[in-house]
Structure formats: structure tokens, C-alpha cells
């Protein structure tokens, strides 16, 4: 899954064809957590606000625990 940071913020990019910088992050929640605790701020260089963040966790949670492998 991508995320990208762009003028408008941080956001998740579906198409994974956003212009900005981006990260990718594994289709699991342990995976997003990690990310939020401050990896992606730091892949993205940037600083999440409070609005972004609350719209990745909300993509977060709707994620599996644990991916089926």
C-alpha cells in the first residue's frame, strides 16, 4: 500500500500513481503501527499532522492483525 505525501498533506494512494514522495507499507497492521510510530514521517521527511494521522489509522484499523502467509 502506498502512502504519499503531496502539497495537501499525507494520504493513502490507492492507485499508487500520486505525484510526491511515497513509502509502501505491507497490507498488515503490525506493519502500519510501526510505520505511524515515526518510520514514515521519516521515509517521507515530513511531519504527519493530526488529520492525516487520523485517516491512516482509520485505514490501519480496518487491516488484519497478521497477513495470511
Known amino acids: 500500500m ?3 505525501r503531496t502539497s495537501q ?3 493513502y494512494d490507492p492507485g499508487g ?3 510526491g514522495r511515497g513509502a509502501y507499507i505491507h497490507e498488515k497492521r503490525d506493519c ?3 510505520a505511524l510510530q515515526g518510520r514514515l514521517e521519516k521515509a517521507l521527511h515530513t511531519t ?3 488529520n492525516d494521522r487520523g ?3 482509520k485505514i490501519m484499523n480496518a ?3 497478521k497477513s495470511d502467509e
Open 17 to 19: 500513481k500520486a505525484n
Open 48 to 50: 504527519i499532522n493530526a
Open 63 to 65: 487491516l488484519p492483525q
Open 32 to 34: 502500519w503501527e510501526k
Open 2 to 4: 502506498r502512502i504519499v
Open 55 to 57: 485517516s491512516l489509522t
Open 9 to 11: 498533506g499525507v494520504q
